[in-house]
């Protein structure tokens, strides 16, 4: 395992310096991202209760994901 991790982490390409120069999209994605709800709770978390386990999995709900995806595609395209 220490030997893929190495191997992965030494041809992962460095994050750059400087963050992303301000769009209205990258603005746009920045907003998105900081209200991004945690497992605390809110309208856009979710969760899944396994039956067995009895472990929580949280996630985002539909409505949230949406949006950030948005914000993700206008940044790209």
Known sequence: MRAALTTFASKYPLRPDNPLSSSPSVDKLREVLGRA?????????????????????YYW?????????????DVIM
């Open 37 to 57: 709800p945690g497992a605390a709770g809110g309208k856009d978390v979710e969760y899944w209760t396994d039956g067995l386990s009895g472990e929580i999995t």
């Open 61 to 73: 709900s539909d409505r949230y994901t949406e949006q950030l995806f948005q914000a993700l595609v």
